[in-house]
């Protein structure tokens, strides 16, 4: 099906994204590229900043307003989803053509964001029934908590917790 060849375990977000984009008239450039590059190496979701961020670390800077552009456009073509997590801030995930999907849990002390999969819970999800008039598109699950991190912090005293090791 796509002119490019398959990637490394199957993955082919990257290459699907960039020809969705086009066909839907968005002009291919630098940032687009960066973007798209970014998400498709991460495991799970990145803000705005993130993506700069990790422009930055790659040489290849761009700026946080064509960050913005492109997560938004990948976006308004399903091709990522958009996470809210409760702090205000919009984080976007890639969304594999194959359908898998995870959740996330948040620690509520440093913040720390990790995917998390459940076969149960998906599946009384899906077995879910809508309120009479609804029809159900997705389903977003955030669980809190505390990081083994901060867990471990909580049981110290705090000179210890502060003591370099
Ligand atoms: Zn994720
Ligand atoms: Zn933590």
Not at 40 to 57: F, K, P, T, W
Not at 140 to 150: F, I, K, Q, S, Y
């Given at each position: ?5 398959p990637?490394p375990?199957?993955?082919s977000w990257a290459?699907?994204?960039g ?12 940032a ?13 979701c ?5 993506v700069?961020?990790?422009s930055?670390?790659a040489?290849?800077?761009i ?5 913005y552009?492109?997560l938004?456009?990948l ?6 989803r958009r ?5 205000g ?16 849990v ?6 720390r ?6 076969h149960?819970l ?5 077995a879910?029934?809508?309120p ?6 997705e389903?977003?699950?955030v ?10 912090d909580?049981?110290l ?9």
């Amino acid at each position: 099906m796509s002119p490019s060849a398959p990637c490394p375990g199957g993955r082919s977000w990257a290459a699907h994204a960039g020809e969705t984009l086009s066909r839907a008239g968005h002009r291919s450039g630098a940032a687009r590229a960066v973007v798209v590059q970014m998400l498709d190496a991460s495991a799970c979701c990145l803000s705005a900043q993130e993506v700069v961020d990790r422009s930055r670390a790659a040489q290849h800077p761009i700026g946080v307003a064509s960050a913005y552009r492109v997560l938004e456009q990948l976006h308004s073509l399903h091709l990522v989803r958009r996470i809210d997590l409760g702090d205000g801030l919009a984080r976007y995930e890639a969304l594999s053509p194959d359908g898998e999907r995870h959740h996330h849990v948040v620690c509520v002390e440093c913040g720390r964001v990790v995917p998390f999969e459940d076969h149960r819970l998906e599946s009384a999800l899906s077995a879910a029934s809508a309120p009479p008039g609804f029809s159900l598109i997705e389903h977003d699950v955030v669980l809190r908590g505390r990081c083994a991190h901060c867990s471990r912090d909580l049981l110290l005293p705090p000179a210890q917790a502060v003591s370099p090791a």
